[in-house]
Each structure stands twice: as structure tokens, then as C-alpha cells.
């Protein structure tokens, strides 16, 4: 993955805070974290390192507006489930670049 340190941090709050547990997520807000999202990851390399597919196979399904049919065959739920394992996968990579548990709950 060839994102910035500061970048993952700042992908990993904007997804928890979206995500917090107890909090309804309003179609506004899951809206402007999506955006959020996509702009970091233009490329969709690490969205679709997730799957384990292609970044540009990823791209064209989610032009296509079949984002959800996809994401089901790999067995997501929904879209917010993905982006919750996504959660998971850079809270790994921060880990894996240093940062200790109780730095990254901090930003969160």
C-alpha cells in the first residue's frame, strides 16, 4: 500500500467516527465519509486489496453503481459492513507502521 501514514490515520478516523457504535449513522454523514474515502483512495488500491481483486475491476463495479451486488459475492452484508472490515485492515497497517494500540484508539 502506497498511502501516507498521515493519510491511513486520517482514513481511520473518518471511518470510526462514522462508525461509532451507539451513534445512528445518517445517510449525510455516511455520504461525506464515502467521499472522504475516495478521495485518499483514488485509485481504489486499497479498497480493493481488501477483496484481493484488481483496483480497476473494483473502480468499474463501483461506476457501474453494482457496488453492493459485488461486494455481496464476496460476502459483505451491505456497503457499511465492508467499510467496517476496511476499518479493521488500516487499523492493522498503522499497527504494522509503529503505531501502538493506545495511539490509534486516540484518534479514533
Not at 44 to 54: D, Q, T, Y
Not at 77 to 105: M, P
Amino acid at each position: 500500500m502506497k498511502l501516507a501514514t498521515k493519510t491511513i490515520a486520517s482514513l481511520y478516523s473518518t471511518i470510526a467516527s462514522a462508525l461509532k457504535p451507539g451513534v445512528e449513522l445518517h445517510k449525510t454523514t455516511w455520504q461525506r465519509c464515502k467521499k472522504i474515502i475516495h478521495k485518499h483512495d483514488r485509485k481504489a488500491e486499497l479498497r480493493a486489496s481488501l477483496l484481493g481483486v484488481k483496483p480497476e475491476d473494483f473502480r468499474e463495479q463501483e461506476r457501474k453503481g453494482r457496488l453492493a451486488n459485488y461486494l455481496e459475492k464476496f460476502g459483505f452484508k451491505n456497503e457499511q459492513s465492508f467499510y467496517v472490515a476496511l476499518l479493521g485492515k488500516l487499523r492493522h497497517e498503522l499497527r504494522q507502521r509503529g503505531w501502538s494500540a493506545h495511539k490509534i484508539a486516540a484518534i479514533a
